[in-house]
């Protein structure tokens, strides 16, 4: 068995010989939750901004970025 111990602060360390073995590498993201007692953590794949693409799909604000964006090109060519 491998012990780590929570900081003030929260923060946990992962020992190197499990990061080593599952090739967590830093600035990952990772899933929390409880499970039978139990704090799991699961790697997510994508970083937050990728996770954010097509959040927005069919929504009004997207309409209203890509107008505004096409406004902006528009005044560009005229210069």
């Known amino acids: 068995m491998i012990a780590a111990k929570i900081s003030s602060k929260g923060q946990l360390v992962?020992?190197?010989?499990?990061?080593?073995?599952?090739?967590?590498?830093?600035?990952?993201?990772?899933?929390?939750?409880?499970?039978?007692?139990?704090?799991?953590?699961?790697?997510?794949?994508?970083?937050?901004?990728?996770?954010?693409y097509g959040k927005f799909k069919n929504k009004k604000i997207l309409d209203d970025l890509e107008r505004e964006h096409a406004d902006e090109i528009q005044r560009e060519n005229r210069s």
Not at 33 to 46: A, E, F, M, N
């Open 14 to 52: 992962v020992p190197k010989k499990i990061r080593a073995q599952l090739d967590i590498k830093s600035g990952m993201f990772f899933e929390i939750h409880v499970q039978k007692g139990k704090v799991v953590l699961t790697p997510i794949k994508k970083g937050p901004l990728e996770q954010l």
